[in-house]
């Protein structure tokens, strides 16, 4: 699906798509990065978000930011709703995210609708069919030098 | 005359977050028993308003000199340099700890930014150091220990051949800024108003080694924060004007020159551009990031409505760009074009 590599998308969860995985704990919606996002960025050095817990978000408002070995995003909300939390360890060691990206490694938790994710089903399509085109941004990033 | 001393002024955190000023309080206390340095402590530079007392004692300060603040480097030299306190970008050696990224960290410096560049009015250097860079007190010490060593050299050099021609021009360089006494004792500053806090302040901050003058920023804020000086160069007219939080400017320049030292994300806050977007691939498109300048938009409509006027979106001041058109060679047509561009057909 990334080329050679496979990335892990496990089947009980939920998954938006701006790479986000979901599942629902003690009825909030629990929100990590998939493996796909993970694989593409690689190691976490730095977190920061841009919003409090109890805010509001629009769907794709910026929440934050994050710095990586390899990459850097401004990152955004994957539903509309209400911010409920961060975790706070992977704030002080963003190792987790890494090392257990699926568990330990969650983010933020959020209430709001969670209709529009896609299962694992179609989420492995979605990276499918836009690999192609996850490819061309990342070699014209490349290539696009001090852009 | 090469007894110079070299002054150090420490920028204070906003707030009071305790792990800040104890790294805060161990460097001014180590820097005071520090022979040849003359040390001033001011509040949080990004707020010093015109006429604050450790403003007036920054313009003072005569000579090289050292800023140690909790601002990215690039974003308090350009700060100072608006607020008239100029001089030459000294290189400081303390690095952000992270970035000892495989082996093309130096590589990246080849691409020179295009930009105006500073109008100079005094030969000094400035070294901006920041403190989130290090953890211990220990490193800015013995930073500030190689840059004095850096600046006897200088000073020695200059003193050697240049200096009558300086005397001669009038221009009083080389008076030794101790002469003014010990800085945050002396009676011109006196140290509970140097030390006043500020209220918070919030305005762009241009890097002219990058900007280029395009006047985008100028044409896009309706707040009426940019305007043009008399060498017809862009730059932060009225300051507090600006709307606090709003960033948009800064993501519609095409140069990234314009700089919110107070923002969150790293790229807005003057992080070296290099390392932010040259060494690293930005993900922002991939992860559900919109178009910069549609955020920009949204951004200012908020402020916009904010002050009762009306949204404008898209419509007003935003830039015409070809961003996924390949810099590629100019052909007859495009010089053709160029050329009725000038005529103003």
């Known amino acids: ?147 | 005359m090469s007894q110079k001393k070299l002054t150090v002024v420490l920028s204070q955190a906003q707030g009071k977050d305790p792990v800040r000023r104890a790294i805060e309080e161990e460097i001014a206390a180590a820097l005071l028993m520090e022979p040849g340095i003359d040390l001033g402590i001011v509040p949080a530079l990004y707020d010093l308003n015109e006429g604050h007392t450790g403003r007036l004692y920054l313009e003072g300060v005569q000579g090289d000199m050292v800023v140690i603040s909790w601002l990215y480097p690039r974003a308090a030299y350009w700060l100072l340099d608006r607020d008239g306190i100029q001089g030459k970008m000294g290189e400081t050696n303390i690095k952000p700890a992270d970035n000892n990224d495989d082996d093309d960290d130096e590589g990246e410096e080849a691409s020179k930014p295009k930009g105006i560049g500073a109008v100079k009015f005094q030969d000094r250097f400035i070294y901006c150091l920041d403190l989130r860079d290090a953890k211990d007190h220990r490193t800015y010490i013995e930073e500030v220990r190689r840059i004095f060593s850096e600046c006897k050299q200088r000073w020695g050099a200059a003193t050697g051949d240049s200096k009558p021609a300086i005397v001669q021009l009038g221009m009083n360089i080389s008076t030794p800024a101790s002469t003014n006494g010990n800085a945050t004792g002396s009676t011109a500053f006196p140290k509970e108003e140097m030390l006043k806090i500020p209220g918070r302040r919030w305005y762009p901050v241009i890097d002219y080694s990058r900007c280029t003058n395009c006047m985008e920023c100028l044409d896009f804020c309706l707040f009426g924060v940019y305007g043009v000086d008399s060498l017809e160069r862009i730059y932060v007219d009225n300051q507090d004007s600006c709307k606090k939080g709003c960033p948009a400017c800064s993501r519609v320049c095409p140069e990234q020159a314009i700089m919110f030292p107070d923002y969150k994300s790293p790229a807005i806050a003057g992080a070296p551009v290099g390392a932010i977007s040259g060494l690293k691939i930005d993900l922002t498109k991939l992860f559900g990031g919109g178009d910069a300048l549609v955020i920009a938009a949204k951004e200012r409509d908020k402020e916009l409505l904010r002050d009762g006027r009306d949204a404008v979106g898209l419509t007003v001041g935003i830039p015409k760009r070809q961003s996924d058109k390949k810099d590629s060679p100019k052909d007859e047509l495009d010089n053709l074009m160029d050329s009725l561009d000038t005529l103003e057909i």
């Not at chain 1, 978000?49 to 994050?66: R, S, T």
């Not at chain 1, 192609?132 to 290539?143: D, S, T």
């Open chain 1, 1 to 147: 699906m990334m080329g050679k590599y496979a990335a892990v998308v496990p089947a009980d969860l939920y998954y938006s798509r701006n790479h986000f995985w979901c599942r629902v704990v003690a009825g909030k919606n629990r929100f990590g990065f998939s493996s796909y996002a993970i694989k593409l960025m690689q190691d976490v050095y730095f977190l920061d978000w841009q919003v409090n817990a109890g805010d509001k978000v629009a769907l794709l408002e910026q929440i934050g930011h994050i710095e990586t070995s390899k990459a850097v995003s401004d990152l955004f909300a994957p539903i509309e709703g209400t911010l409920l939390g961060f975790n706070p360890e992977v704030l002080a060691d963003p190792s987790a995210i890494n090392v257990d990206g699926y568990d330990k490694g969650w983010l933020f938790e959020m209430d709001g609708g969670i209709d529009s994710l896609m299962d694992a089903n179609a989420y492995y399509g979605f990276l499918a069919e836009n690999w192609e085109k996850a490819q061309r941004m990342l070699k014209g990033k490349i290539n696009a030098g001090d852009d």
